[in-house]
């Protein structure tokens, strides 16, 4: 029996060692590509991670202006819009719609949002309460509000003592036109109505269109005093009623029992800063 030994020639270990050798190269190829797709992952994933920052950094700016806005102070310049309300019933506007909804539309006046200046100017009529003015302090653009007030606060009581007669030729000098009761006229920087006309003089009215008659009642100082302060603007119950004590004098309370309330409902449209 023959016995065969098997052996390899050597051309047949150079093709295996070349097949080796592929396959190797093959495997370095391979490990490249895996290394290549993981820096390019790694290249993606950066790229992501810093499109994020960007969009964080991109929010937060964004945050920042809006929260940056500006805030009323004082001596800006503001513009608004508002409707005013007595004891519940519209007496004023600044939008045209709602002036027709509650009748108190006039076709000569132009209906656009008030123009106001914080603080305004030493001897100027306010346009606006001085109540209001300090609590639109720190609003923005945008913002609504709904401010009440007591007659004190908002356009006073009726004072028979802001009637001031003005001779009927100097009124026609001055303001070159006929007096009519009811109308208005600019005196200064203060707006007045022309209370009456008679031949010889026109009274001219000062006090404000909204200016109210308190229904007052007269406390001696005294009594008042052992139930209550004293003090202008003290919101006190008399009688089982709400009562504002809007005089005091050395002997007695003056009281407006019940007293009307304003309404204001305010949005701010544009703030330019001082």
């Not at 009323?72 to 309300?85: E, F, K, M």
């Not at 306010?126 to 302090?137: D, N, Q």
């Not at 019940?258 to 409902?265: A, I, Q, Y």
Request: with cysteine.
């Amino acid at each position: 029996m023959r016995i065969y030994t098997l052996v390899k020639s050597p051309s047949c270990i150079s093709d295996c060692n070349k097949k080796k050798t592929w396959r190797e190269y093959k495997r370095f190829i391979n490990v490249w590509r895996i290394n290549l797709f993981m820096k390019f992952t790694q290249l993606f994933d950066t790229n992501r991670k810093r499109f994020l920052w960007i969009a964080g950094i991109a929010i937060i700016l964004l945050g920042v202006y809006l929260t940056d806005e500006p805030e009323i102070g004082p001596g800006d310049t503001v513009a608004l819009n508002y409707i005013t309300s007595l004891n519940g019933t519209i007496i004023d506007t600044s939008i045209e719609n709602i002036a027709h909804q509650a009748n108190v539309f006039y076709k000569d006046r132009t209906y656009e949002p008030l123009v106001i200046v914080i603080g305004g100017k030493s001897g100027q009529d306010p346009i606006a309460p001085v109540a209001i003015e300090r609590k639109l302090l720190g609003m923005r653009v945008g913002e609504e509000t709904t401010i009440r007030l007591y007659p004190l606060e908002a356009y006073g009581y009726w004072d028979e003592n802001k009637l001031v007669p003005m001779p009927i030729d100097e009124f026609m000098a001055e303001f070159g036109m006929d007096p009519v009761q009811g109308q208005s006229v600019q005196v200064g920087n203060y707006l007045a109505n022309i209370f009456q006309v008679t031949e010889d003089e026109v009274l001219l009215d000062f006090n404000h269109r909204f200016a109210v008659n308190p229904n007052k009642e007269v406390v001696p100082r005294e009594e008042f005093e052992k139930e209550a302060e004293a003090r202008v603007g003290n919101l006190v119950m008399h009688k089982g009623q709400y009562a504002l004590v809007i005089e005091v004098t050395d002997t007695d309370v003056i009281l407006d029992m019940n007293p009307s309330v304003f309404e204001f409902k305010i949005e701010i449209v544009q703030i330019k800063k001082a």
